[in-house]
């Protein structure tokens, strides 16, 4: 089995000034979509609905031996070209390569609302891509105003981002990416996850999370994750039951007490006797 590696990208992206407009940035949908096998592309369809002020945000995240088929040539959204979100491309390797991207789409050069397909392209053979869109409405019509990465290989199965929130209202949005089959648990209550895909052998997972007034390291957006069951290296109540902790500690303080009533049951009957 190979080393379980995990990959997170975050960005924070602003709402427009409150003396321009009151209204908050809005989900307008969400896709997703993973590889069934070996290829240099991941195709899907997305659909943008109307709205003013909109983003298209579009996570990747690719496993291979070889880095340097890693390298995304180009995403599109109907054929137009999206923007690479600057510094937010994070890789981390060691028998294998997971590498994590944001790519973006503003309202200008968007489409008329519809359905379209969204095409990421590979400079390589990728054993298996996994990717998430969601398109936002009433948001700044400019590049992130902040990225963070983090990743690790250690085996462990948690991850986060801390961020410095400069402006009022913004949200975060991220893409994370493990490099077993599985699944993903958003672990902060006030983030909301839109998309978890799962490859052949990989997975991945979006979400967003509503950042209401400035903050420095806000600890911006936390994951679990919980790998196939079918995989030897975890039992099923660990990928199935996030809450195993507390559920295994009201066990032993049931196996506890138990003890505690019947060695006073046990005095008791003595006492009789």
């Avoid at 290829?39 to 943008?48: E, F, I, M, Q, S």
């Avoid at 409405?137 to 801390?162: C, Y």
């Avoid at 994951?223 to 500690?249: A, C, M, T």
């Amino acid at each position: 089995m190979n080393q379980r590696l995990i990959v997170l990208t975050t960005i924070l992206i602003g709402g427009l000034a409150a003396n321009l407009t009151n209204a908050a940035i809005k989900i307008d949908s969400t896709s997703s979509h993973s590889s069934s096998n070996n290829g240099y592309t991941l195709t899907w369809t997305h659909t943008l609905n109307w709205g003013k002020n909109q983003i298209l945000v579009v996570g990747l995240t690719g496993e291979d031996e070889n880095v340097s088929d890693l390298t995304i040539t180009s995403v599109t959204y109907n054929g137009i070209n999206m923007s690479p979100v600057i510094d937010s491309a994070v890789t981390i390797t060691t028998t294998t390569t997971l590498k994590a991207q944001l790519y973006y789409l503003l309202e200008r050069n968007m489409p008329s609302p519809g359905t379209y397909e969204i095409v990421a392209t590979y400079s390589g053979n990728v054993q298996n891509i996994n990717g998430g869109a969601i398109s936002l409405s009433n948001v700044k019509q400019e590049p992130a105003e902040a990225v963070e990465t983090n990743s690790h290989p250690t085996g462990g199965r948690g991850i986060f981002t801390s961020i410095t929130i400069e402006t009022d209202g913004a949200w975060l949005v991220d893409v994370v990416g493990c490099s077993n089959p599985g699944s993903f648990i958003a672990q902060s209550g006030s983030m909301d996850e839109y998309f978890d895909t799962t490859g052949d052998s990989s997975s991945a997972a979006g979400a967003t999370r509503f950042a209401e007034s400035a903050e420095k390291n806000l600890k911006g957006m936390d994951w679990q994750v919980y790998v196939d069951p079918k995989n030897p290296g975890y039992s099923g109540l660990e990928s199935h039951f996030p809450l195993r902790e507390i559920f295994y500690g009201i066990c032993l303080l049931g196996v506890f007490l138990y003890f505690v009533y019947l060695r006073v049951h046990l005095e008791l009957l003595s006492k009789e006797m």
